[in-house]
């Protein structure tokens, strides 16, 4: 069973960095798979951010694009997710999750974890 | 973007009710959607995907329909468990996009 573990900074100033690792275990991110993040800001719905593939292969959404990287650590069996310049508004649960393929549903998610933008 | 319009926004019902939710999309996705559930604290689950097919492990008494732009979910008998958040996703094209939740609460 795939399972997704997110880590990373809770409290981010305005005008920073945020910064998220999803470590997978049960499955080898180098075997195949995309892998997403997705986030919900308070009392607000879904929106997805992005996904990657281990080859690197990246597709955001265009809404955040100008300030998303992600990227992959095969080594280490995770990936990472870099938001600059964040405001009040990136404030939300970050979830990572996987994909079949680029354009598909999340099957497997993890907990999900808190960013909160403030100074 | 595909526009997921999704209703109610939340429902208050009885344990053992029959509860539905539909899910509208600004454009034909055929049947690439996903419907989720989120409860604080957990990971979120796929309860149904490609529209109607139930994820392996989800009790039965949850199903789903539709195709095109109309999609529904629908909850048979509603146990105390099913208290949570519900999401409808469509995959058809990218951006991936979310409906605006439904939350479901017990009267």
């Known amino acids: 069973q795939v399972q997704l573990q997110e880590s990373g900074a809770g409290l981010v100033k305005p005008s920073e960095t945020l910064s998220l690792t999803c470590v997978v275990s049960?499955?080898?991110?180098?075997?195949?798979?995309?892998w997403g993040w997705i986030r919900q800001s308070p009392g607000k719905g879904l929106e997805w951010i992005g996904n990657i593939h281990h080859s690197g292969t990246t597709y955001y959404n265009p809404s955040l694009e100008s300030r998303v990287t992600m990227s992959v650590d095969t080594s280490r069996n995770q990936f990472s997710l870099n938001l600059r310049s964040v405001t009040a508004a990136d404030t939300a649960v970050y979830y990572c999750?996987?994909?079949?393929?680029?354009?598909?549903?999340?099957?497997?998610w993890g907990q999900g974890t808190l960013v909160t933008v403030s100074s | 973007d595909i526009q997921m319009t999704q209703s109610p926004s939340s429902l208050s019902a009885s344990v053992g009710d029959r509860v539905t939710i539909t899910c509208q999309a600004s454009h034909d996705i055929t049947n690439y959607l996903n419907w989720y559930q989120l409860k604080p604290g957990k990971a979120p689950r796929v309860l149904i995907y490609d529209a109607s097919n139930l994820e392996t492990g989800v009790p039965s008494r949850f199903s789903a329909s539709g195709s095109g732009t109309h999609f529904t979910l629908t909850i048979n008998s509603l146990q105390p468990e099913d208290i949570a958040t519900y999401y409808c996703q469509q995959y058809e094209n990218l951006p991936l996009t979310f409906g605006g939740g439904t939350k479901v609460e017990i009267k």
């Open positions: 049960g499955y080898s991110i180098s075997s195949g798979y995309y």
């Open positions: 999750a996987s994909l079949y393929s680029s354009t598909d549903g999340f099957d497997y």
